[in-house]
């Protein structure tokens, strides 16, 4: 077996190819365009086993990785710190994209469990829209500080706090603006025309995330604590949720599977800083929802806080209890997706 190592960039590819021992076959630098792609499909047809090896770079990657899966092609992806750490550890010094593209290579072979790629499904959809809504709340936030500090030049009265949002409070600023001259004034009137168009837009993105999230994921939007916009977070990083394994082998991709820092017969963990951060976000939230509103998880903190754990401690057992709990779920709305997309048997 032949594993194709590549090192992805915006404008070019290299590839470098090394057998089952780890030893350099050769390597090949083409341009990241369709044109290019064909160019190294031909270059590795001179072997009949092999297996390609992407650095995990999504938007660098993802052209090349789809041509390749709809080619039939074996891909695996790569994540970057895995890469990084086996090139540290090779004999060759420096930093090439050889180099980088031998040291993808060389981590695949070491790695057996790496995801392997699929085509890119509705999850992929879902995580551009949470990207574009979570671009433009930002953008609207400090749109609002802008407008904050032409409001208290102009001796205007400031509206509350998180209140720039709505429209009623908008109508009072343009009400309080009217009338008023000079540059000030003027760029205080246009950014409230801007807060007006980028809210209509962020209300528009979270009705369509809304559903899309219910029919992708009724399972997991029943979850105590975990709204459309949670769930679209979790739906669009974890990207395929059959690509884990297992609960644990997720729970170590959210950041939420304890590390053990022991030795001898006394079993200590500690906290992992580790895996998706934006996913252990998500789960952060549900967790103190919960704690709010869900009966079951306040009796499961009071229950770890009666075993002697803090408060924090008890948050963080309460946030792995959850990762599981979103694992099961996903993979039965997943297998609901499977059934309804299967053809129907041919009737006897």
Not at 232 to 246: C, P, W, Y
Request: with cysteine.
């Amino acid at each position: 077996m032949v594993t194709l190592g590549a090192d992805l960039h915006k404008r070019w590819h290299t590839v470098v190819a090394v057998d089952a021992t780890g030893r350099k076959l050769d390597e090949r630098t083409v341009s990241a365009t369709p044109e290019g792609h064909l160019e190294l499909r031909r270059w590795a047809e001179r072997w009949s086993e092999r297996r390609w090896a992407l650095e995990d770079c999504r938007h660098l990657s993802r052209r090349l990785e789809s041509e390749l899966v709809r080619a039939g092609e074996s891909v695996v992806r790569v994540p970057p710190k895995l890469m990084a750490g086996v090139r540290r550890s090779v004999r060759e010094p420096g930093k090439s994209d050889p180099i980088d593209a031998f040291a993808v290579a060389q981590a695949a072979l070491r790695e057996p469990d790496l995801p392997v790629a699929r085509l890119d499904g509705p999850e992929r959809e879902l995580r551009l829209l949470v990207d574009h809504r979570e671009d433009l709340v930002a953008e609207r936030t400090r749109v609002i500080q802008r407008l904050r500090w032409h409001l208290l030049d102009l001796d205007i009265e400031e509206p509350p706090a998180r209140s720039l949002d709505r429209a009623r409070i908008l109508d009072i600023v343009e009400r309080r603006l009217a009338g008023r001259e000079g540059v000030t004034a003027s760029i205080a009137r246009e950014l409230v025309d801007t807060l007006r168009r980028l809210s209509a837009s962020i209300d528009a993105l979270e009705r369509t995330i809304g559903r899309m999230v219910m029919s992708l994921a009724p399972t997991l939007l029943a979850l105590p604590g975990c709204g459309p916009l949670t769930a679209a977070k979790l739906l669009g990083e974890t990207a395929d949720i059959t690509r884990f394994r297992s609960k644990e082998a997720f729970a170590r991709f959210t950041g939420t599977a304890p590390v053990p820092v022991w030795s001898g017969n006394v079993a200590r963990f500690r906290l992992s800083r580790t895996g998706n951060r934006q996913l252990n976000v998500a789960l952060h939230r549900i967790a103190i929802t919960q704690m709010r509103i869900d009966q079951r998880g306040r009796a499961y903190l009071e229950h770890r806080r009666a075993s002697g754990d803090t408060k924090t401690e008890a948050i963080r057992a309460l946030r792995r209890r959850i990762s599981d709990e979103v694992y099961r779920r996903m993979r039965h709305d997943h297998a609901l997706r499977s059934a309804a997309q299967a053809p129907l048997a041919p009737a006897a």
